[in-house]
């Protein structure tokens, strides 16, 4: 499962970065660019965030689980 949610984080990262580059395009033409152009980066970088903090704690947890086994408990 692990190896998809980084595939995963890394295509979303690759989504997020072209809709900031379409963002900030937007904004150098003149005037207020559409709102769904200016909230577009919005929903990769929520999936972004909770894959990176599943990724982040995923070696935290690993750990715990090895040092409290179910073998472990009394």
């Known amino acids: 499962m692990t190896p998809g949610i980084r595939q995963v984080h890394r295509w979303v990262s690759i989504l997020f970065t072209l809709t900031v580059i379409a963002n900030f395009a937007a904004l150098s033409q003149g005037g207020t660019p559409s709102p769904w152009?200016?909230?577009?980066?919005?929903?990769?970088?929520?999936?972004?965030?909770?894959?990176?903090?599943?990724?982040?704690?995923?070696?935290y947890t690993l750990r715990w689980r090895k040092r409290v086994s179910p073998g472990a408990r009394s």
Do not use: H, K, R, V
């Open 37 to 59: 152009i200016t909230y577009s980066p919005l929903a990769p970088l929520a999936i972004l965030m909770f894959s990176g903090l599943y990724l982040f704690a995923l070696p």
